[in-house]
């Protein structure tokens, strides 16, 4: 839904609502709440959509209530993580921009919680805001004036539709850069941590099933990921000038030559 675009996203959970589709697939928490915005009976099956029960989309995650059940992508510590890993590889860290569009719900909590533990790591965390793709020149140039040397991308639909452009620009900037999704590793990018996106739509599909033989949202538990995925490319490291010290090398669960 959206293809990062969220102004769209309202339109379309009501064009599936008039479909008259017996359940809706959601990825990411503008979606999520663009189909709960739309619909209070037809079954939401919700994939990364971040902390549910903090953006108010569901009660609680073992009893969702309502309409909305699946999987969250958000654990309590993901976000300083992030933050965490690039200080690892990038020692002399001490100012990095956090990119994310503002209206992805979930990027404001995961703001805040980068924001915690940059104050206990000494770093100073640069707000970069992105609402569409024509803005993405002047993100990097607010980076520039912030004299980041580092980037977290929050991967939201915006951001995961440019990851291509986003870490390419890095790159030529020179700003080692870490994301949530591996996908950004694949296209370029230095370092990614989280789950995997694929293995949980396949899991949504699962939702799906039980969803179709008269399971009830409001009564299947939300789950959470269990297994995280450091994902590095060592040739975008080498092009930056990082070098990877063994405690993170050991911890990786794919290293890109």
């Known amino acids: 839904m959206g293809e990062g675009n969220f102004e769209r996203l309202g339109a379309q959970a009501a064009e599936l609502v008039q479909l008259k589709v017996a359940i809706i697939v959601t990825g990411g928490a503008a979606a999520a709440q663009a189909a709960r915005g739309a619909t209070s009976a037809v079954p939401i099956v919700m994939v990364d959509p971040g902390d549910p029960v903090r953006t108010k989309l569901i009660a609680s995650l073992r ?3 309502g309409n909305m059940t699946g999987l969250s992508s958000a654990t309590p510590d993901l976000a300083a993580k992030h933050l965490q890993l690039l200080k690892e590889a ?16 979930a990027g404001a909590l995961a703001l805040e919680e980068t924001e915690k533990a940059a104050a206990m790591l000494g770093v100073k965390v640069q707000p970069i805001e992105m609402r569409k793709a024509e803005e993405l020149d002047d993100a990097f140039a607010a980076l520039a004036r912030a004299q980041a040397k580092g980037l977290i991308v929050f991967a939201d639909p915006l951001t995961f539709t440019l990851r291509q452009r986003i870490v390419q620009t890095a790159a030529h900037r020179g700003l ?24 949980m739509f396949r899991q949504a599909a699962m939702y799906v099933d039980k969803l179709l033989h008269g399971a009830k949202a409001a009564e299947l538990p939300v789950e959470q990921p269990t297994r995280f995925e450091l994902v590095i490319d060592m040739k975008a490291a080498k092009s930056l000038g990082v070098t990877f010290p063994q405690s993170i090398l050991m911890r990786a669960d794919a290293v890109i030559e």
């Open 63 to 65: 009893q969702p209530g």
């Open 90 to 105: 990038v020692p002399g860290l001490t100012r990095v921009g956090f990119l994310s569009n503002p209206n992805a719900p």
């Open 176 to 199: 080692p850069t870490v994301s949530g999704s591996r996908e950004f590793v694949d296209a370029g990018g230095m370092m990614s941590y989280g789950p995997s996106f694929p293995e």
